[in-house]
Nanobody
Framework: DVQLQASGGGLVQAGGSLRLACATS????????IGWFRQSPGKEREGVAC????????YYEDSVKGRFTMSTDNNKNTVYLQMNSLKPEDTAVYYC???????????????????????WGQGTQVTVSS
């Protein structure tokens, strides 16, 4: 059974930290790209961080570089997003997604392939107050 379960969101002050977790089942990490995406009201969903199964490299959206770190615990089949130095503009619903690496063309931050071919978690709200 393929499942993703995101958790760890909450309310934090600007400058604070949160760690999101995405518990997965039914996937082989070697075959799937993994990504964190976010969407705030009135905006399109955007890729925040992703881990490419093709080159085992993590990619980050420019605004979060140096502040967010993505990692995996293969023993727990869990993907993490450590978010530091949070800003009010980071406020959004955050989603984790997994999709077969064969559908990724270019950088894995594009939500197109997971939208069409992937599996999504339910989303977790992150709110950063100023």
């Amino acid at each position: 059974d393929v499942q993703l379960q995101a958790s760890g969101g909450g309310l934090v002050q600007a400058g604070g930290s949160l760690r999101l977790a995405c518990a997965t089942s039914g996937f082989r990490f070697d075959d799937y790209d993994i990504g964190w995406f976010r969407q705030s009201p009135g905006k399109e969903r955007e890729g925040v961080a992703c881990l490419s199964a093709t080159d085992a490299t993590a990619y980050y959206e420019d605004s979060v570089k140096g502040r967010f770190t993505m990692s995996t615990d293969n023993n727990k089949n869990t993907v993490y997003l450590q978010m530091n130095s949070l800003k009010p503009e980071d406020t959004a619903v955050y989603y984790c997604a997994m999709w077969s690496k064969i559908f990724t063309s270019g950088v894995c931050l594009d939500p197109g392939p997971p939208d069409t071919f992937g599996y999504w978690g339910q989303g977790t709200q992150v709110t950063v107050s100023s």
